[in-house]
């Protein structure tokens, strides 16, 4: 015999679901996780999170058009990296390269994970040539399908992804020199058509990115831009023709290319490298639809540089470290952002190098979202899931079990990412 329910605990039911249609007739969102959640951040006790605001930055004018406002809808970033771009296995194949280098395969939940933070952008860098075969270049479908799926989860989640050609620099595939040029645009146009035809029915949730630090690797100058050089006077040269190929390739790819937007770099995708005379900005089809991409580990010594022991970002006493980063982004500012033209910097951080500097890189997180917020530009953390040893230890979500191992790093850079919205 089915036993009916007390009376009371029907009444309940029938006001909570009440309440549920009058919300959707009022049209409210949908609740906003808490701390408390599974997802949720929750902020150490012994941690401050700085938050900025017109008060104590400097807000500049942005100007209104439809490709800022795209910039501004992507909000945060985050970098899934050490995944699709791990490269030079010699004991893994196909699909287990994804493993290869972070030790984890990304689950939906992962994605899930993100966007329930407040994330909105996910950069996937992706490596190709260790999954290409004949002299088309042609990409093994379990690849591109694998990749495509996790795109498809992004996507799902209501977010934006990246995807690029990553760790194909080489003398093989794709190096900017006069050299290796007819080599370089043969393999660029192999790999955008393809994986812009795979992309194709992707809307504008799909960016593009066309090189990942483009450079003369091995050389005197591979992380050094030195206009007056020869070398380097021509590798610019080389990416500049490099970038208009991909524009060109992506364009008459069909479906959804011919409008969405696309990011390219300058040499080494360094501040300098974009914001230099050498730099020319590929012509397109499309209005307005072109975006800088900038990768900035700065300040270098204190952010990316394993052999310096620096690891101090105090708000008060490193008035240095903070000048550096708004002179490098006031020139991104200046000849980008003030002219309508997007500027993502998505790879940035700054790498654990003690047990007790955590405050440290929450005060950087904090102080570069806000910096860049307030200048229109739109940032992603490199994240390569290392959280051990004396290397590159970016990492902020363990991938495994789905846990924030430095949620207070989130929250300094969700808590800043929006600060010239208005």
């Known amino acids: 015999m089915k036993r009916r329910p ?7 039911v029938f006001v909570l679901a009440c309440c549920t249609v009058i919300g959707a007739v009022l049209g409210e969102a949908a609740p906003v996780l808490d701390e408390n959640t599974e997802y949720g951040l929750i902020q150490s006790e012994n941690i401050v999170i700085p938050v900025f605001s017109e008060e104590n930055m400097e807000m500049f004018e942005i100007p209104d058009n439809e490709a800022l406002q795209f910039a501004k809808e992507l909000k945060a970033g985050w970098n899934l990296g050490n995944t699709f771009d791990a490269q030079d296995s010699r004991t893994a194949a196909g699909r287990d390269y994804e493993t290869y280098w972070c030790g984890a395969k990304t689950t939906r939940e992962l994605i899930h994970a993100i966007k329930s933070a407040g994330f909105n952008l996910i950069r996937m860098p992706v490596s190709w040539h260790n999954h290409v075969s004949g002299e088309d270049y042609r990409i093994d479908e379990a690849w591109i399908n694998r990749v ?7 996507v799902d989640e209501d977010m934006y992804f990246i995807i690029n050609i990553h760790h194909d620099n080489s003398l093989e595939y794709l190096y900017p020199d006069s050299k290796h040029y007819a080599q370089s645009e043969k393999y660029i146009t192999a790999i955008w058509s393809q994986v812009a035809d795979a992309f194709a029915d992707f809307d504008e949730h799909c960016i593009m990115e066309s090189m990942n630090e483009p450079r003369l690797v091995g050389s005197n100058f591979e992380w050094w831009l030195n206009q007056n050089a020869r070398e380097c006077q021509d590798a610019a040269d080389c990416i500049n023709r490099l970038n208009q190929t ?21 040499y080494c995708a360094s501040p300098d490298g974009a914001t230099s005379y050498l ?12 975006m800088i991409e900038v990768h900035a580990y700065t300040p270098y010594n204190y952010a990316l540089n394993t052999n310096n022991p620096d690891h101090s970002f105090d708000l008060e006493k490193d008035q240095d470290k903070k000048s550096e980063i708004d002179q490098f982004m006031n020139k991104l500012y200046d000849k980008y952002i003030a002219k309508g033209i997007p500027v993502i910097i998505d790879e940035y ?8 500097d955590l405050q440290g890189r929450v005060n950087f997180a904090a102080y570069y979202v806000a910096s860049a917020s307030t200048r229109g530009i739109t940032c992603c953390w490199w994240d390569n899931h290392n959280f051990t040893g004396n290397g590159e230890k970016f990492g902020i979500i363990d991938r495994r079990n789905i ?13 800043n990412c929006l600060l010239n919205c208005e």
């Open 6 to 12: 007390p009376i009371f605990l029907t009444v309940i």
């Open 148 to 154: 495509r799926e996790v795109a498809q989860w992004i």
């Open 246 to 266: 991909f524009v060109d390739t992506v364009r008459a790819a069909g479906g959804n290319n011919a409008t969405r937007y696309l990011l390219v770099p300058g």
């Open 279 to 290: 730099f020319k900005m590929p012509q397109d089809t499309a209005d307005n639809r072109i």
């Open 349 to 356: 951080g700054a790498l654990q190098k003690t047990k007790d």
């Open 403 to 415: 846990e924030w191992k430095t949620p207070d790093i989130a929250l300094a850079i969700l808590k």
